[in-house]
C-alpha cells in the first residue's frame, strides 16, 4: 500500500537523501519516494505503518514529517531589532520579494514572522532578504536578544545555493562556494533576486579573481622577459648577473604565482586525481607543478643531473616562464567565464526590476499606496496613466491602452476593457483604470517568466571541452608513461640508473605540460572574438561559439528580429480629392499631441516629409479608440474603426473590401473622417527588415530548418512569413510557449539557436544551446544570450556559422599541434632513442618542442583574421 505525507525543512538534494535514508530504515518500508519541489513523499510499504514511527525516524535529523501540505510549508522565524508596524512593513516587504514565499503574519511586539513556503527556500537565503536593512532573521527567539555580532556570525556560515555549471551530478546543489568534486570548475550561484547585492558570492569571486589574474600577470611579465632574453645575444641581462642569479630571481617572483595566485589550480588537480575524473586542471596541475619542482631542484642540486640536462652556462634549464604563463592564462580564462555568467545573472536581476515597488490600493474607497508585498488576491488597485502594472489582475472600471511588448514582443499597445486581463510589469497608456488583483507573487506571469529563465540557465551545462576530453585519456596516459620510464631506468639504467630514472620521468612530465594545449582553445577562441567583433558579432563565450557549429534548428521571432520592431506609417489610401500631402497635414495636426505608438508612426512621417500642422481646437482623446477635434467650420476623427462606429459612419463595401485586404496582410489601419465622411485609411506596418530574406535563404542553404514563432495574430503571422518564404510558423506564443518549443525540439535531438529581441524571447533564448539577441533589442534579451548582433540583421547569424565552424576547424588543429609534439616528445624524453643511438632529450631541446608547439598554435590561430565572412 501506499501512503503521502509532506516534508518539512528540505532545501536540497542532500537534503532528499537524508530524508529517504531515515525513512527507508523504518519497518515493514519497501520505498520511499521524495519530490523536492512538492515537498511530497509516498511511502510503499506492506501494511500501514503508524504515523508516529515515521516521526520518531526524524526525530534525529533537521526534518519533520507532516500529514498535509500547508503543515509542512508553514515556517516560524523571528527578527532581530523589529519593533513597530514600520518595521512589520519593512519586513513584510523585504521577504515577500523571496520567490516562493507568502507572508502569513509578522508580529513586531513577538518579534516574530511566519511565512508560507510554495518551494524549497533555505534559511540563508531568507536571511539575505534583510541585508541592508537593520534586522536580522533569526530561527529562535533567544538569539534576536544575543549580541548582534554573534547572530550574524551565525547565520553567515549559510550562504546561498550552489551548483556546478557542468552539471557533472545533474541536479546536485551545495551550500556554499567552492569547487565541484568531478570536473574542478568553479561552483555558480543560483539566480536570484540578491545577486545583485555587492556581497553576494558571485560578485565576491569575480573581484577575487580579477585581482588574482592581474597580480599573476604583474610576476609573470617579468619572469618571461628574462627567460625570454636567454636567446638573445649579448644579453644584457647576463652583463648585470650571471645567469643561476637570474634563476633565483625567477623563483623568488615564481613563488606568488605558484602558492597563491593560482594555487587553486593545483588543489583542483589534487581532487581530480583522488576521484580519477581526470580533466584540464589535472593536466595543467601536474604538468606545471612538475616543471615547477623540477626547476627548484635543478637549483638547489645541480651535481644530481647529467650534463645533457643544463645549459652551456653549466645550469640545469628551468621552467619557471613555462609554469607561470600557463597558470596565468588559464586564470585568464577562468575571469572571462565568471564574468559571462555575471552577464547572464542580469537578465535576471532586469526582470525582477520590472515589477514596480508599490501598488495604489482601494480600501473602503480612500486609496493608499502600499508595498507591493502587501497585496494579495482580491484586492482592489487602481492603476494611474504611464504607471507598471503592480500584479496580475482584471480590469473591472474603465479603459486603458496596455503596452504588453515584455509579454508578446509587439510594438503596438492592446487596448483593454472591463473584464479583460492585464498582467504585472506591462506598462498603462494614458489613462485610468480598476483593477481586481488575481494573482501575486510567484503567480503572476513575471515571475513565472523569471522562474523559466531561471530554470533555463541553470539546465544549460556548457559544452564539454575537448581539450578536456583529450585531457582525461592523455593525463593517465602521461602518467604512466612516467611511472615506467622510472622503472625501466632503474631496472637497465646501470650507473647512475637512480639519476636517470629520476631525470627521465620527470622530462616525461615536463615535455607534457600543456602549454601548447592551453593555447590551443583560448587563443582561436581570442581571435575568432575579436574576428566576430569586427563583423558586429559580439559573443559572450567559447562554449556559444563552438556549439553555433553543430546548430541545426533556428527558431526566430518576428517583431524586431524579422521586422524593424516599430509601427511606421507604409501608405495613405485616399477617398477624396485630398492629396496625400494635404490629407498628412490634417493628421499631424490631429495626433501631434499624442504619445500612442500610432501617433508616433504618422508624425514621424509627416516631419520626415517636412509637412507643418496647424492648430486643432476642441482636441479630444479617445482612450483604445482615437483622437478628433475642430478646424474651423469641419469636424475631424482619427481613429480605428470603434472611433469611426461611435461617430455613426458605416464603411462603404468598397472602402470595406480594401481594408480587409490590408488587414489579411497584418497591417493595421486608422481611418481619417472630416464631418461624418471617410476620407483617407492610414496603412501602419511593421517594415520587413531589407536583409531579411536573403539571410533566411542563406542559412537554409546553409542546411538550417528555420522557425518563426510570434506572439502577434495568425493573419500578420501568415502574412510575414509568405513575404520571406518561411513555410514554418506559429502565432500567439507566449513567452513559456516559446520555451516549450524549444525544449520540444532539443528532446528530439535538435540543437537549437533561438534568435530574438524582447523581454518575452528572454526564457527560450537562455533555453537553447544557442541564444542570439538583436543588439537593437531590449538589455534582457541580450544578457539572456550567448550571442549579441549589434546591427541586429539576421544576416549576422550566418556570418557567426561560418565563423564558428572556422574557429572550431581551427582549434582542432591547434590540438593536433599541441599532441604531436607530445606524441613525439614523450617517447623520447622517455629515452626510447638512447638504447639505438644514446640519444636524450635535454630540457634545452624539450623547451625548444614546447616552444615550437605553441608557436605554431599561436600562429595557425592567427589565420582566423583572414576568414571571409
Known sequence: MKQIYYIKGMSCYGCVGTVQTALAAVANVRSVTIDLDSQQVEIESDEAIPFNQLEKA????????HTNLKEAQTYTYFVKGMSCSGCENTVREALQEVDGVTIISVNAKEKKVVVCLS???????????????????CKTFEQTIEPIAQTTENTSKGNGIFYCPMQCEGDKTYDKMG???????????????FSSDENSAEIKKLKELRFKFWGSVAFTIPIFIIAMSEMIPNNILYQLMEQKYWNWVQLMLSVPVVFYFCNIFFVRAWKSLKSLHFNMFTLIGIGAGIAWFFSVTGMIFPDWFPAQFKTHHGEVHVYFEATTVILTLVMLGQLLEASAHGKTQNAIKTLLSLAPNTATKIINGEEKEVPIGEVIKNDVLRVKPGEKIPVDGEIIQGTASIDESMITGEPLPVEKQAGDLVSAGTINGTSSFIMLATKVGAETLLSQIVDMVQKAIRSQAPIQKLADRISSYFVPIVIIISIITFILWMVFGEENAYTYALVNAIAVLIIACPCALGLATPMSVTVGIGKGAQNGILIKNAETLECMDTVDTLIIDKTGTITEGKPSLEKIISFSDYTENQLLTIIYALNKNSEHPLAKATNDYAKQNNVSAFEIE????????????????????????????????????????????????????????????????????DPIKTTTTEALKNLQALGIEIIMLTGDNPFT?????????LKNYKAGMLPQDKQNEVEKLQQQGKIVAMAGDGINDAPALAQANVGIAMGTGTDIAIQ???????????????????????????????????????????????????????ILLSPMLGALAMSFSSVSVIANALRLRTVKL
Open 58 to 65: 526524524l526525530e534525529n535529523t533537521h526534518y519533520s514529517i
Open 784 to 838: 539572456s544570450a550567448g550571442i549579441t548582433l549589434v546591427k541586429g540583421d539576421l544576416s549576422g547569424i550566418v556570418k557567426v556559422k561560418k565563423l564558428s565552424h572556422s574557429v572550431v576547424k581551427n582549434i582542432k588543429q591547434n590540438l593536433f599541434f599541441a599532441m604531436i609534439y607530445n606524441t613525439i616528445g614523450v617517447p623520447v624524453a622517455a629515452g626510447i632513442l638512447f638504447p639505438f643511438f644514446g
Open 618 to 685: 476642441h482636441f479630444k482623446a479617445v482612450s483604445g479608440k482615437g483622437v478628433s477635434g475642430t478646424f474651423g467650420q469641419n469636424k475631424y476623427y482619427f481613429g480605428n474603426d470603434k472611433l469611426i462606429a461611435d461617430v455613426g459612419i458605416l464603411l462603404p463595401v468598397s472602402i470595406n473590401k480594401q481594408v480587409k485586404q490590408e488587414q489579411q496582410k497584418g497591417k493595421t489601419i486608422s481611418f481619417l473622417v472630416e464631418n461624418k465622411e471617410i476620407i483617407a485609411a492610414v496603412v501602419i506596418s
Open 179 to 193: 569547487d565541484c568534486p568531478i570536473c574542478g570548475m568553479d561552483l555558480v550561484e543560483e539566480v536570484s533576486a
Open 717 to 725: 503571422a501568415k502574412a510575414v512569413a509568405d513575404q520571406i518564404g
Open 119 to 137: 518551494k524549497p527556500v533555505s534559511f540563508a537565503k531568507l536571511s539575505r532578504s534583510l541585508e541592508g536593512t537593520h534586522y536580522l532573521l
